[in-house]
């Protein structure tokens, strides 16, 4: 999670002054998002996650659950096309995040509500590892395409962590600013 929390800082920073790559840093947010979580595992969750990046000056960012596939790729490429800022994923069940930077389309969200997305630009901190159990990490700013994504991004398990979000694929939602 922290090593996305870095990722988002760096695509978010317009003046490429402070890139956020440091490994102590890292540790830093970890410790940040664990503090802000609540989590019977004593882990760093979503909910921690987004209150890193509103607290780093990057937000607002919301965490939101939402019941159907298709319509979280939607609301992702829409905030993205709203905001301009990264999307947090929670794959693996709630197991691990990625960060959503871009997508391709057919249609433009700000026009046509039910538009398609046909790509997913994805950021894995895990990469070149991956996993035994859901593959192999794509390689940065890789373009998916929803039926590839959907392999390892799926409805996250209510059990992993307690929270009042409906069962759901959860994204970490820039939110236009105030």
């Known amino acids: 999670m922290a090593a996305s929390i870095q990722i988002m800082h760096n695509l ?3 003046s490429g002054a402070r890139t956020w790559a440091d490994r102590v840093h890292q540790g ?30 990057m937000g607002p960012y919301a965490v939101v659950s939402v019941a159907d596939y298709g319509e979280a790729l939607r609301t992702a490429a829409s ?16 197991r691990h995040v990625w960060v959503m930077s871009g997508f391709k389309s057919l249609g433009d969200p700000g026009q046509f509500p039910e538009f398609s997305v046909t790509g997913i630009r994805v950021q894995d901190p895990l990469y070149p590892y991956g ?13 998916l395409t929803p039926k590839q994504l ?29």
Do not use: C
């Open 12 to 14: 978010i920073d317009e």
């Open 79 to 94: 905030a993205i096309a709203d905001t301009g800022r990264p999307v947090g994923l929670v794959m693996w069940r709630g």
């Open 150 to 178: 959907a392999t390892q991004f799926v409805v996250r398990e209510p059990r992993r962590w307690s929270s009042n979000l409906p069962t759901g694929y959860m994204l970490v939602l820039p939110r236009a600013k105030a």
């Open 131 to 143: 996993d035994d159990k859901w593959g192999p990490s794509p390689a940065p700013n890789t373009l």
């Open 28 to 57: 830093e947010l970890w410790e940040m998002a664990r503090a802000r979580s609540s989590n019977s595992f004593n882990g760093a969750n979503p909910l921690g996650w987004a209150k890193v990046l509103n607290e780093a000056g």
